[in-house]
């Protein structure tokens, strides 16, 4: 048995900003992590021996740690995930020490402030207990502590009371011609901030252009969860791998206790903690709440537990320009248009962003090597002139587009704990309810249009626009905040309603999406969180 302060669970980017900044204040923290610790020089080599690059590609799929995969989802009677549909849910994340930063983009814009309002603005969605304003100040400390690059000069919508620490990462070549294109298209293409150093920062080195961010930047120079890991345990924090979490205790008063984890051997411990911090992620944390006391579940007295599931649904569109544009340099997105995030018909349909990619064909097909080792182009693999023209001709004009629909809230969308289906130590795995709605749908098709208006300005062939929905790797919503615990999990603060000690960080919190990236956001919530909790410490029961 461990005694502690505050045990928190997960350390991806939410747990790890709680976990260090309680520590070096001089609080006793515990991190649990399900997965494994990770070794990025040997996971950099996993992903290049790898044939399909996918996000997941250098990463253990621990058989007691067991997480989705893109390569599975949609596939019937394969992966993690048990999927009811009427659609597959199709974003993915990692369990392993450090979370899903290991293999996220880095894109950081801030949600505007209409979307903390969509039910007052727009009469759809509902409204967040929190205003942009009173997030502001906690985006700003977001940006310092995991180094945010950006364009100080444009503030895209959301004002800003400071400049970010590190001036904006370069634009690619590709960025500038597309950029041309739009304007000629009535759009503007902006620089997007981005927790990718373009300095020396946090004593990790400058961005050198990898493009290989997903699924692994080789030198850090990306910001991950171990920066924080690492000054929590600087701090005397301690990170214990290989727990999964599957009860919170509580005191007979209905405060929290602490929680049992399970390792992968099947033994199980028990933390003790004055106060509890859930920062798994949008499916693992109301699993866990949902699986606790034997499966009764706690902190659910408004059956919202697990509800609301939601994702930013992409439009994904790519063709071939007419000259070349030479992707697959520098990091795989570093611009976007963001005027379409603050259309007025948001009451009707949703709005959306717009990623410029720099990494070619990618996303849809494949990198190049997958690319050439397929069908009709396996004889490049001899290399000499076919090879070069095929570069020439196709791999230097790749464009794509992505852009980032809103879903609404909808309480059908939801995931539980599959008792009947279990992992290799006993845990059930998450049962998933899911569509993408007409909403999103609908602000999908205005994207697809104005990705062939911009098809048409670059005078692009080989157009392809798909008709499916993909996820964006954004697991958002299910332990819904709000003023009234009769319909919300937990309130502003990030603290459940139905237990004082017990708090969720994470994107599990967001009652609405909006449409921007949402690792900034959601840090900001848990920097103000963990301010709440530093303040209440001395207010929560005592370890017995």
Not at 17 to 40: N, Q
Request: one cysteine or more; charged letters at 20%.
């Amino acid at each position: 048995m461990i005694r502690t302060d505050i045990v928190i669970v997960g350390s991806g980017v939410a747990g790890a900003l709680v976990g260090a900044k309680l520590a070096r204040a001089g609080v006793r923290v515990v991190i649990l992590e399900a997965g494994p610790s990770i070794d990025r020089e040997a996971a950099v080599g996993v992903f290049r021996a790898a044939p399909a690059k996918v996000p997941e590609s250098p990463y253990p799929n621990a058989a007691h740690a067991p997480r989705p995969s893109v390569l599975e989802i949609g596939v019937p009677g394969t992966g993690y995930f048990i999927q009811e549909g009427p659609e597959p849910f199709g974003s993915t994340y990692e369990r392993i020490v450090g979370g899903t930063t290991w293999h996220w983009l880095g894109s950081c814009p801030r949600l505007l402030p209409s979307d903390f309002q969509m039910r007052t603005l727009f009469g759809v969605g509902a409204d967040w207990p929190i205003s942009y304003t009173d997030l502001e100040p906690w985006y700003v400390r977001a940006e310092r502590e995991m180094g945010v690059a950006g364009d100080g000069g444009n503030d895209q919508g959301s004002p800003r009371s400071a400049g970010f620490p590190m001036p904006p990462v370069p634009t690619s070549f590709l960025d500038s011609v597309v950029a041309a294109a739009a304007r000629r298209a009535g759009f503007a293409v902006l620089s997007t901030p981005q927790a990718r150093n373009t300095e020396t920062f946090n004593d990790r080195p400058r961005c050198v252009g990898n493009s290989n961010c997903i699924p692994i930047c080789p030198i850090g120079a990306k910001y991950d969860a171990l920066v924080h890991l690492k000054q929590a345990t600087d701090a005397r924090a301690t990170v214990i791998p290989n727990a999964v979490v599957f009860d919170v205790l509580l005191n007979a008063n209905g405060t929290a206790a602490g929680v049992v984890f399970r390792r992968p051997d099947r033994t199980e411990d028990t933390v003790l903690a004055r106060a509890v911090v859930l920062a798994a992620n949008a499916i693992e944390t109301p699993k866990i709440l949902l699986m606790a006391g034997g499966g009764r579940g706690i902190a659910n007295s408004s059956r919202l537990v697990g509800r609301n599931l939601m994702d930013h649904p992409i439009q994904l569109s790519w063709a071939l320009s007419r000259e070349p544009v030479f992707p697959q340099r520098g990091p795989l997105s570093t611009s976007g248009i963001e005027s379409t995030r603050q259309a007025a018909t948001r009451n009707a349909r949703s709005a959306f962003r717009v990623e410029v990619g720099n990494d070619g064909w990618r996303f849809p097909i494949g990198d190049p090597t997958f690319e050439f080792t397929q069908g009709p182009f396996v004889q490049l693999l001899e290399g000499g002139d076919a090879l070069a023209q095929r570069w020439r001709d196709h791999v230097s004009k790749e464009i794509r587009f992505a852009s980032l629909t809103e879903q609404l809230p909808n309480p059908d969308n939801r995931i539980v704990p599959d008792f009947d289906h279990r992992d290799a130590i006993g845990i059930p795995r998450p049962r998933i309810s899911f569509s993408v709605g007409p909403y999103a749908r609908a602000g999908m098709a205005d994207a697809k249009v104005v990705h062939e208006r911009l098809f048409e300005q670059l005078q692009a062939t080989s157009r392809n626009h798909s008709d499916i929905a993909f996820g964006a790797g954004h697991v958002m919503g299910t332990t819904k905040m709000g003023r009234d615990g009769a319909t919300s999990v937990v309130d502003g603060d990030g603290r459940a309603h139905d237990v004082s000690n017990l708090f969720i960080v994470g994107s599990s919190v967001f009652p609405t999406v909006g449409t921007a990236n949402p690792t900034l956001t959601l840090a900001a919530l848990a920097l103000r969180t963990e301010a709440v909790v530093q303040r209440d410490l001395a207010k929560f029961p005592a370890v017995v």
